[in-house]
């Protein structure tokens, strides 16, 4: 049951972009993303909804391909402080059962000046 | 407002002994969650909970007990501390199960169980 997310890390330069994906072999309801950096919490970014319009947070925005089972995280001209792990999080089963997310295991962002 | 709070940070254990990590946020919250953190494992559900005097069973809730007496207390046992429990453990909270409200997350407990 657990997203799987590819890559499983990406360096770059400032300045360039990256695509992270999250598929599922569930039908998905929603999609969550949060970032997570090294020794901290995660942090949320965004909630996709099945139906739902593409979500936006600063220059990272996400889609959510409901036939394809699956999200990806853009990351637009990337800035320094993008580093860290991103995680996805999809619940399955509908609107009662929204709140119960399972992660993927992660993928590590490097932004190199 | 202190958001989400966990106690202890650190914990060190030695094999077969108890412990209760507290997590307590005031933000008048419904749910509340406990994942643990594993290397390239990201994050699993152990325990949720859904109001106060609820608890159900995530991805990985063996070895685990919860408890959630007050609306904004979320505690988690280990009755007999294993080597395989060693873990960061993430408490989380939500206003409700509605979809679109996003989790908050503590700032953690880096447990080692020796």
């Known amino acids: 049951q657990q997203p799987v997310q590819s890559p499983q890390a990406v360096i770059l330069r400032e300045g360039e972009d990256a695509v992270i994906n999250c598929s599922s072999s569930?039908?998905?309801?929603?999609v969550h993303w949060y970032r997570q950096k090294h020794g901290e919490a995660p942090v949320f970014l965004m909630i996709?909804?099945?139906?739902?319009e593409q979500m936006r947070h600063e220059k990272i925005s996400a889609s959510f391909n409901e036939k394809k089972q699956q999200s990806s995280l853009y990351l637009t001209a990337s800035q320094l402080s993008y580093s860290g792990t991103y995680f996805c999080?999809?619940?399955?089963?509908?609107?009662?059962?929204?709140?119960?997310?399972?992660f993927g295991s992660g993928t590590r962002l490097s932004i190199r000046p | 407002n202190a958001g989400v709070t966990q106690t202890p940070k650190f914990r060190v254990l030695k094999t077969g002994q108890s412990m209760t990590l507290l997590c307590a946020q005031d933000m008048n919250h419904e749910y509340m969650y406990w994942y643990r953190q594993d290397p390239g494992m990201g994050l699993r559900l152990i325990h949720y909970?859904?109001?106060?005097?609820?608890?159900a069973k995530g991805e990985v809730p063996d070895g685990y007990n919860v408890s959630r007496l007050k609306k904004q207390n979320f505690l988690l046992g280990l009755e007999s501390a294993a080597p395989s429990q060693t873990s960061v453990y993430f408490c989380?909270?939500?206003?409700?199960?509605?979809?679109?409200?996003?989790?908050?997350f503590g700032p953690g407990t880096r447990l080692t169980v020796l």
């Open positions: 999080g999809t619940s399955v089963g509908g609107y009662s059962s929204a709140s119960k997310i399972i």
């Open positions: 996709l909804l099945k139906g739902g």
């Open positions: 569930k039908a998905l309801y929603s």
């Open positions: 909970s859904v109001g106060e005097g609820t608890t």
């Open positions: 989380a909270s939500s206003l409700n199960g509605l979809v679109g409200n996003e989790q908050f």
